[in-house]
Nanobody, 119 residues
Framework: QVQLVESGGGLVQAGGSLRLSCAAS????????IGWYHQAPGKQRELVAT??????NYADSVKGRFTISRDNAKNTVYLQMNSLKPEDTAVYYC??????????????WGQGTQVTVSS
């Protein structure tokens, strides 16, 4: 079992900043890809940013505003969100994929954290 615990969501005014954290724990042998997705009401869940090794991937809508980073020693991924816009309002989910200590592949989601940006 792998657990993902997210924190850092909240309410912020447009132009403000938030930092999300996601800590992974459990039977983790490796984390190959870890990142963030968001889902606004009535919409599908969409990629925000992922990090794999030294490579990062961002949705076009957040490039230049959001930065994803990872602390391998803590199995934690961060999402620094700057210049927030009302359209960034959504539930943000952490996702991790890798291998368990039994060398089985896993693909887990966190419980989600609400980000609300007021205009």
């Amino acid at each position: 079992q792998v657990q993902l615990v997210e924190s850092g969501g909240g309410l912020v005014q447009a132009g403000g900043s938030l930092r999300l954290s996601c800590a992974a724990s459990g039977s983790i042998c490796s984390i190959n890809v870890i990142g963030w997705y968001h889902q606004a009401p009535g919409k599908q869940r969409e990629l925000v940013a992922t990090i794999s090794g030294g490579s990062t991937n961002y949705a076009d809508s957040v490039k230049g505003r959001f930065t994803i980073s990872r602390d391998n020693a803590k199995n934690t991924v961060y999402l620094q969100m700057n210049s927030l816009k009302p359209e960034d309002t959504a539930v943000y989910y952490c996702n991790a994929r890798g291998l368990t200590t039994r060398r089985s592949p896993y693909d887990y989601w966190g419980q989600g954290t609400q980000v609300t940006v007021s205009s």
